[in-house]
Nanobody, 126 residues
Framework: VQLQASGGGSVQAGGSLRLTCAAS????????VGWFRQTPGKEREFVAT????????YYADSVKGRFTISRDSAKNTVFLQMNSLKPEDTAVYYC????????????????????WGRGTQVTVSS
């Protein structure tokens, strides 16, 4: 499966953005998905994840209550709705996927994923 992330941009603190991760190549509904972010000089960090068909989700403490991961299986697309953005949310955001057809598992470690999209830049100004 190939992934393409989009929707990044520049916003002021308190604003919102919705990132989109479009998948192609295979039916996406049996994939667990994740969003990660990275700033220069730092390791990539986990942001949010969802199990196949979006039944279970999990968030990093830093974004809990502000970000929401969701998916439109009919369109092979995953979203990350980001509200109440803060300057510390500034980063390049990446979507990732891993085939997980059994149960409703999700993954918070980047090494668990074997499909990655190119990043999209999010910049939040104060």
């Amino acid at each position: 499966v190939q992934l393409q992330a989009s929707g990044g941009g520049s916003v002021q603190a308190g604003g919102s953005l919705r990132l989109t991760c479009a998948a192609s190549g295979r039916t996406f509904s049996d994939y667990a998905v994740g969003w990660f972010r990275q700033t220069p000089g730092k390791e990539r960090e986990f942001v949010a994840t969802g199990s196949r068909k979006g039944r279970n989700t999990y968030y990093a403490d830093s974004v809990k209550g502000r970000f929401t991961i969701s998916r439109d299986s009919a369109k092979n697309t995953v979203f990350l709705q980001m509200n109440s953005l803060k300057p510390e949310d500034t980063a390049v955001y990446y979507c990732a996927a891993r085939w997980a057809p059994q149960g409703n598992v999700y993954f918070t470690q980047e090494e668990s994923y074997n499909h990655w999209g190119r990043g999209t830049q999010v910049t939040v100004s104060s």
